[in-house]
């Protein structure tokens, strides 16, 4: 390498150095295609909301931003500031969860469009999912689709979280966005397929043994 090039590189790792940051990218899990395991979280007290609708049920002290009715498109809302340790504590002492979205689309209407959802703390936007993605629901009471996974765990628990959300095209009835402990995860249920071939197989495995110890 030439004393030229080495002055570049040097330079150019300065450059780098000096960068903020990548914003933590959150993922977006959509339901499966089958209706019946779509339904896995529910806004309830242990999952209380952040942005939602009047019905949000949240623990007495822990507030959220009401959406507005017809909102403008695109609709940007802030929800009310809480600190790491309010939000950890709530969970129960875990440092890490999912963002729960519970839409409800009228019917033959546009899907909604959710265009970003950030999570700022301590001032510095620390996670982001970045759209846009449709989302096509008439409401069941539960999450359509989770945003995973926000770690407060490098965080002082006096640090200010805030959360937004940027969303288009809101024609039915307002949205819940909600927490979700990363380790209420539900148990996943074998499909009646799988739990066939499951009995099938300890069928055989019971007559291999039985024919096993005759031989002996």
């Known amino acids: ?48 909301c952040v942005i939602g609708n009047p019905s949000c049920n949240n623990p007495a002290g822990f507030a959220f931003t009401v ?13 009310p500031t809480y600190t790491v340790g309010q939000i950890t504590t709530l969970l129960g002492g875990n440092t ?20 970003s959802f950030t999570v700022n703390v301590g001032g510095a936007d620390a996670f982001q999912f970045t ?3 449709d989302l096509t629901s008439s409401g069941n009471g539960f999450s359509d689709a989770l945003l995973k996974t926000i770690d ?26 909600f927490l979700v402990s990363s380790d209420a995860l539900p148990t996943p249920v074998p499909e009646p397929a799988t739990l066939v071939l499951l ?8 007559f291999a043994r039985r024919r096993w110890r005759r031989t002996q």
């Open 131 to 133: 759209g846009p993605i």
């Open 1 to 48: 390498m030439n004393g030229r090039s080495g002055v570049l590189g040097l330079a150019i790792a300065v450059v780098v150095s000096l960068l903020p940051a990548g914003v933590g990218a959150v993922p977006i899990a959509l339901p499966p295609p089958d209706t019946s395991q779509s339904s896995v979280f529910q806004q309830t007290q242990n999952n209380p």
């Open 67 to 79: 959406l507005p009715v017809n909102p403008s498109s695109p609709q940007i809302t802030p929800s």
């Open 96 to 115: 890490s969860f999912f963002i729960g979205i519970d839409i409800s689309q009228a019917q033959g209407q546009a899907a909604y469009t959710l265009n």
């Open 199 to 206: 009995g099938t197989t300890m069928a055989g495995l019971g």
């Open 152 to 177: 407060l765990s490098s965080f002082a628990g006096s640090a200010p979280v805030i959360f937004t959300v940027n969303f288009s095209n809101d024609n039915g009835a307002r949205e819940q966005f």
